[in-house]
């Protein structure tokens, strides 16, 4: 089990490190370091064992240059979504909150939660206030939303 007690020291350390190691250092974004720190590079499912389905789908975190993106499939060939990170911030050691940039603007804020080594979707409201996931549960399908466990860490 994963614990982030020390996440915002961690975090700082690596963004101060960073800025203060002079122009040789490799610059990484403050979101690229934040979503390093809570180890969500890689891929991610409801269930690995399974194969991807659109009730089981595989969504992956990558960075690219500094952005981080976010890719999802339901079939394993085929990713559906491409969305870029953009701000991000700790609420507090175990939960962060970002925005979703798709299409060039912003579409939606969402809160994640880690837990036990499994991230929990808690919150994600529209650009235009349409509130489709409160505290976990996706109010179109009155569900709760599946934890993702980690299926693989982030390609080298």
Partial sequence: MRTHSALP???LSVVAGLVGAGPQAIAVSPTVALFSAFSLFGTWSPDCELPPSPSNPRAAWHIQGDTVLHT????GH???VVDRVGEASLIDADT???TVVRAGSIYATVIIRMENGRLHLIRSVT???RVIVD???ELATDR???AD???SPAMS
């Fill in 9 to 11: 020291v961690l975090v």
């Fill in 72 to 75: 999802v499939t339901f079939d």
């Fill in 78 to 80: 085929t990713f559906a």
């Fill in 96 to 98: 962060l909150t970002f």
């Fill in 127 to 129: 650009h235009d206030g």
């Fill in 135 to 137: 505290q976990g549960r």
């Fill in 144 to 146: 709760d939303v599946p």
């Fill in 149 to 151: 466990e980690p299926c």
